[in-house]
Structures are given as C-alpha cells and as structure tokens.
Nanobody
Framework: QVQLVESGGGLVQAGDSLRLSCAAS??????????MGWFRQPPGKEREFVTA????????NYADSVKGRFTISRDNAKNTVYLQMNSLKPEDTAVYFC??????????????????WGQGTQVTVSS
C-alpha cells in the first residue's frame, strides 16, 4: 500500500511562509508514474483541491484561491513533493493532505480521483 507522509505544518502568522513536504514510499510503480497533489480541509468544511503536479513536474494546476501564492514542485529522485506557501492568510488554516494518483503520461493534471492520501498535517495561520 502506498504510504504518503506529510511534514512541515505548524502555526504561523498572516503573511508568513511555510513549506510542506510529502515523502512517498511503498509504491507499486515508480514515483514518476504518479501525479501528486495537495488537498486541504478547513475547520468545519469539506476537503478541497489545492494544487497538483504532473508525473514529470512539467505541468501544474492550482485552485484560484492559492494562485500566485502557493507553488507545488517535486523531486522524483527523492520520491518527494513539496508545497511552498507564501503570503499565508487565516483562511488558509486547514489540515493539508498529500495525494497521489497513477496517471498516463499524456494525461492532464487531475483535480480529483486521487487514490492515495496521507494522514494530513495541520497548518494554522493567525491574524
């Protein structure tokens, strides 16, 4: 079973930056066979798509709410995906989940249908 372990969450002030990491292991296929992404669940709300990156890292997709502030990247040699979050706002407060989905090489970056989820890491932004 694929294992995704997030790290890097914490408590920060509005305007600060934070970098999340997600290490993947126990993969049935090579890491570069999977699109990777991040979802989040704000308190009292449903989970929502944040961003995703293609197998090679050449394509990305962002929710409108984080465009221009968040950047997703991946290091296929380290089986790791990152989420750089800048200019954080109180409304970014949520549990952030790393996700993975095996995709075809020609597939566009998916915003749903992820098969594997991490346990989540808490990000709290104070005003």
């Amino acid at each position: 079973q694929v294992q995704l372990v997030e790290s890097g969450g914490g408590l920060v002030q509005a305007g600060d930056s934070l970098r999340l990491s997600c290490a993947a292991s126990r993969l049935a296929f090579s890491f570069n066979s999977y699109a990777m992404g991040w979802f989040r669940q704000p308190p009292g709300k449903e989970r929502e798509f944040v961003t995703a990156i293609s197998r090679s890292g050449g394509s990305t997709n962002y929710a409108d709410s984080v465009k221009g502030r968040f950047t997703i990247s991946r290091d296929n040699a380290k089986n790791t995906v990152y989420l750089q979050m800048n200019s954080l706002k109180p409304e970014d407060t949520a549990v952030y989940f790393c996700v993975a989905r095996r995709t075809a090489a020609t597939m566009s970056v998916p915003t749903q249908g992820y098969d594997y989820w991490g346990q989540g890491t808490q990000v709290t932004v104070s005003s």
